[in-house]
């Protein structure tokens, strides 16, 4: 008797310590965490609709949802698991009690398991026994200490299994049903109750009469404890099953695995808007079959609210699942050659730092520039062309001359200032910068169109929502940027003219890259701005590209799905004063000259004087003096046009009436070398043994005749205004003597490439 008290003591008292061990074990910290580590990440749209969801580790779909659990699935649940849930204390004891019953003397296997036990199940799942049982049992006790009853409601239901890889009530709602948990029926939220209970036999495509007469059942027991009524149950179990699981919907796709990609968190709440992101992708996708055509295959676009810097349409490729064309490759971050769609940034640089105004003239000559020698497009040229229209024209070597005298490493650090690229060597692009040579994203397009379109005020761009609000960076003053932004307006291109009958005025920019490899349009009003990029991510060119046409007609195509905005940008008075300037090339004053009036922004530099008047003396027969003229005491004051000698050259080529700006009878430089210019450095390719021809071009306006030194050695005379000259490798001095005296020289040097020598 003794030893049989020893014994049954000895298994109580083990069943205590076995007790007290495990519930003092069991952490309740990690419940919550363990959990959140098992849920799929999910992107939302800015109404908080998905617009991504991505397997979690498991291969499960598994939705967390934050709401309060929903009064008819949270009666349905209760009354089908746990009627008792808010009143145990994690076990019910009268259901432990009638289970032993049922199982023991009727030899039939029924549960007794809690909702807060349930839990713990969900959260380390065991074999089913009367052991693993007892130990759920305990955990439950020490899940009730710790939560409220509704979060462990929120807990079970977010971890229920409902068939196949679908976890979690919310994701099995949206899946079965297609709508949130909050809109269910008494008799969808019965389905879903009964669902977790055996989860692998029943299923919406098969066993449906099993699933039928379970959710019936329930909605049964609901009727008769009153929580539906009559009309209720009859028109409930007339509702269907669903004949299948959905899928969820996929938009910007390219975005939401950027986004899952760069953040831990469960749910990302973006700012892309779900209407416009299908609009928009339909519009790109209908659009490709037109490129398509032109063999053209991918393009990218990124819609961006001008006001709160926030990326509402995302588009990376024209279709996310299109392998032939690589359609997985994120065109938006992919890095491509600009052509000139950064122009009209330093056109709003240029006039900040007082360089030029937007009607003062720059040189559109052939120019060089060392070893570089821009063409415009069109090769058309204007000689002299007022900068606005230099950029509404996109002309090439007005915007390399611009860049030279504002300087291409301070472009570059500008750039970089906005943008935040790692590179960091300005030396690589020089002046070809202003052409495209610096590679750059959709991305960093939109950031830069974006600033521009908040007068100058640039800031990150915003994926995600409630993010704090960034003050921004003034790069460009308030004026500049609206002088800038009411020249692209003008913008109007062959082929595009339709465009402009909509009421929907748009500053605009477009860009070519060499080997018409990538197509660019930009554009801004005062609500969006809109980048679009065409072309192959294979970085094959094509000669149907162009930014004009590819990209250009697809950025209205997406303006005009837009919502319709008719303002044009307001004109900051507050940020202009009124400027005279001289009426022939647009400069400051400086000499007492026809005047006009310009707006100029307050917050630019001072414009410069301007470069081409010059004031002379000339004696009573109009021929310039100087101080050293017997006749100076009687001399006469004139101001005359002084173009560069390159200028007159190129208009008297081009046979244009020069009267009014050059005369025979004033001293005015009228030979100049072209091309080399002093110090060149002139390369023979590697491996080439041979002389280096050079093409020596001249300025001679006067068409005197020439003499010419090569160090100092004579080698003829002639009028030509350009010569080829043979030479081998080594030092240089050129020389030109006038017939009227006037000299011209200049050095360069003539070196091979060898290897290691760039």
């Known amino acids: 008797m003794k030893k049989r008290y020893l014994i049954f003591s000895g298994i109580v008292l083990s069943g205590i310590l076995f007790t007290s061990w495990t519930y003092l074990k069991y952490d309740t910290k990690k419940i919550q965490s363990t959990f959140e580590d098992r849920y799929s990440q999910v992107v939302l749209d800015d109404k908080d609709d998905i617009l991504g969801v991505y397997l979690n580790k498991n291969e499960q779909w598994h939705l967390k949802s934050t709401d309060k659990v929903p009064e008819k699935l949270r009666e349905a649940v209760l009354n089908y698991e746990d009627k008792n849930f808010y009143s145990h204390k994690g076990v019910d004891m009268k259901a432990v009690v009638r289970a032993v019953r049922d199982n023991v003397l009727q030899r039939r296997r029924t ?38 009853k509704d979060e462990i409601l929120s807990m079970y239901l977010n971890n229920a299994p409902y068939g196949g890889n679908i976890v979690g009530y919310k994701t ?53 404890r009153g929580v539906i009524d009559e009309k209720q149950y009859t028109l409930s179990k007339m509702e269907p099953i669903p004949e299948k699981r959905y899928k969820f919907k996929s938009l910007a796709p390219h975005l939401t695995r950027r986004l899952t990609q760069e953040s831990s968190e469960k749910i990302i709440s973006s700012t892309i808007n779900s209407q416009l992101q299908e609009k928009i992708e339909k519009v790109v996708k209908d659009y490709s079959e037109y490129l398509k055509g032109e063999g053209i295959g991918n393009a990218a676009v990124l819609v961006v609210d001008n006001k709160t810097y926030e990326v509402k349409v995302y588009i990376g490729s024209q279709n996310f699942y299109d392998f032939s064309t690589n359609g997985q490759v994120d ?38 520039f060392s070893n570089f020698s821009p063409q415009n497009a069109s090769k058309k040229y204007y000689g002299l062309i007022e900068m606005r229209e230099a950029l509404i024209k996109s002309l090439n070597i007005p915007f390399v001359s611009l860049l030279k005298e504002y300087k291409d490493e301070r472009f570059f650090y500008f750039l970089k200032e906005v943008l935040d ?127 004009v046409v590819s990209a250009g007609k697809l950025l209205f195509n997406v303006f005009n799905t837009l919502p319709k905005k008719t303002a044009l940008f307001k004109l900051p008075e507050e940020d202009f004063e009124i400027l005279k300037v001289d009426r022939e090339t647009g400069y400051r004053v400086k000499f007492d000259v026809p005047t006009k009036e310009i707006l100029y922004p307050k917050g630019a530099k001072p414009l410069k004087l301007s470069p081409y008047y010059k004031k002379v ?52 430089k009228s030979v100049k070398f072209i091309y080399p210019i002093n110090n060149l450095k002139i390369v023979i390719p590697k491996d080439f043994d041979g002389e280096k021809s050079v093409i020596v071009k001249v300025a001679n306006v006067k068409k005197q005749n020439l003499y010419w030194y090569i160090n100092k050695e004579y080698i003829g005379r002639d009028k030509d205004r350009e010569k080829s000259l043979s030479l081998k490798a080594g030092e240089y001095e050129l020389t030109i003597v006038a017939e009227n005296g006037e000299t011209e020289k200049v050095k360069f040097e003539i070196v091979k490439n060898r290897a290691g020598r760039k």
């Open 421 to 547: 690229f790692k590179d960091n060597n300005p030396s690589r692009y020089g002046l070809s910068l202003i052409l495209g040579t610096k590679e750059l994203s959709v991305e960093n397009i939109a950031k830069l169109y974006t600033g521009l379109g908040n007068y100058g005020n640039f800031k990150e761009l915003k994926y995600i929502r409630d993010r704090q609000e960034e003050k921004g960076n003034q790069l460009i003053s308030r004026g500049a940027a609206y002088l800038t932004l009411d020249t692209i307006r003008q913008l109007e291109r062959p082929g595009l003219e339709s465009m402009y009958r909509e009421k929907n005025p748009v500053s605009w920019k477009t860009g070519t890259s060499y080997g018409r490899r990538d197509g660019w349009a930009a554009g801004v009003t005062p609500d969006w701005t809109v980048v679009v990029w065409v072309g192959n991510f294979t970085g094959e060119g094509n000669s149907n590209l162009s930014g």
């Open 172 to 224: 099995a709602s949206l899946l079965y049903f297609q709508k949130n948990p909050n809109e269910l029926t008494w008799a969808e939220g019965a389905l879903l109750a009964v669902l977790p209970n055996s989860p692998g036999l029943m299923h919406v495509e098969k066993n449906r009469d099993r699933l039928i007469n379970k959710r019936n059942a329930l909605l049964k027991k609901l009727l008769e």
């Open 111 to 148: 549960g007794a398991s809690t909702v807060t036990m349930q839990v713990a199940k969900v959260l380390e799942p065991k074999q089913r026994s009367y052991f693993n049982k007892y130990r759920e049992m305990i955990y439950a006790l020490k899940i009730e200490k710790e939560f409220t």
């Open 617 to 668: 003396f000339l004696n009573k027969d109009g021929e310039e003096i100087d101080s050293r003229s017997k006749d100076f005491t009687e001399r006469q004051e004139k101001i005359v046009l002084n173009y560069p000698i390159e200028i007159i050259n190129y208009f008297i080529r081009q046979n244009m009436d020069v009267s009014n700006i050059f005369s025979s009878k004033i001293k005015e």
């Open 331 to 368: 065109g938006v971050i992919a890095k491509r050659s600009p052509g000139s769609v950064l122009k009209p940034f330093l056109y709003a640089l240029v006039i900040d730092e007082g360089i030029a105004a937007p009607e003062s003239k720059i040189p559109d000559i052939p120019l060089y």
